[in-house]
């Protein structure tokens, strides 16, 4: 069954108003006919619902709700990725599967060694379509959330959210004694839910000063073994040993 997203003022009732680009996805590229049915999610509440549609037009389709479910795509993982500013399309690469392999924040970052330096209407629009990139690849792969694309951070923003988090990890290639699933198996099975962080460098890895202060902050330096990865291929890597881990009781 075909998801799409909508805001909560976009319900009322047992009604469902979807606008914008969905409108021409669901008449012209779906071509999806009246009384067809469709999954609908609120991403503010994060409410599912199973909805008929009643009507296409080019400006909006109107839908019924037939039932609320529940959803099944989040597990008890919040995790976010701080995510180094990486040159061309890779950010959007890790936007994209990151989203399908349950990531629920991203964060870019603005390290000494980006290439890519974004600030001011650039930024803007770059966080913008980077927001697009989540929420199609949230429908694709079912998800119950749009995942967020936070403004650009510096280390220092980094170092004030640590205490926030039950685990804060920053990927580091000079690391060589401790090891990303040690860290992992130290709060696995210490509580229901999870909230953790990655910090991940970009293209020409994390400046020296700034591991030391991540790891001053609080942060726990690992290794993820004795190959060097490409950035985009660290988050997507670590994404999915986090979950393999923790995700629902990792078994």
């Known amino acids: 069954m075909r998801k799409f997203f909508v805001n909560s003022n976009q319900i009322n009732d047992n009604q469902i108003i979807i606008v914008g680009e969905d409108v021409n996805h669901i008449k012209n590229v779906l071509r999806l006919a009246i009384g067809e049915k469709i999954k609908i999610c609120d991403k503010d509440l994060s409410k599912n619902y199973v909805s008929t549609i009643d009507e296409v037009t080019n400006q909006e389709v109107r839908c019924t709700i037939v039932e609320e479910v529940e959803g099944e795509a989040e597990g008890n993982v919040e995790l976010h990725i701080y995510q180094g500013l990486p040159k061309a399309d890779k950010m ?130 690992v290794s993820l073994g004795k190959r060097i990865l490409r950035t985009e291929t660290v988050a997507l890597q670590v994404s999915s040993i986090v979950m393999y881990e923790l995700e629902n009781g990792g078994n």
Do not use: H
Request: proline share 2%; glycine share 8%.
């Open 92 to 221: 959007e690469l890790i936007l994209q599967k990151g989203t399908e392999l349950g990531v629920t924040r991203f964060i870019p970052v603005a390290l000494k060694r980006c290439i890519v330096k974004l600030d001011g209407k650039d930024a803007l629009k770059k966080i913008d379509r980077w927001q697009k990139i989540t929420e199609v690849a949230s429908k694709q792969s079912g998800r119950d959330i749009v995942p967020e694309v936070a403004n650009i951070a510096t280390i220092n923003d980094i170092c004030c959210s640590i205490k926030d988090f039950d685990l804060v990890m920053l990927a580091y290639e000079l690391e060589e004694n401790n090891y990303i699933k040690s860290e992992l198996l130290k709060i696995k099975g210490t509580k229901e839910n999870y909230k953790i962080a990655i910090v991940i460098g970009p293209e020409g890895g994390i400046d020296e000063g700034e591991a030391i202060k991540l790891k001053e902050a609080g942060a726990k330096v």
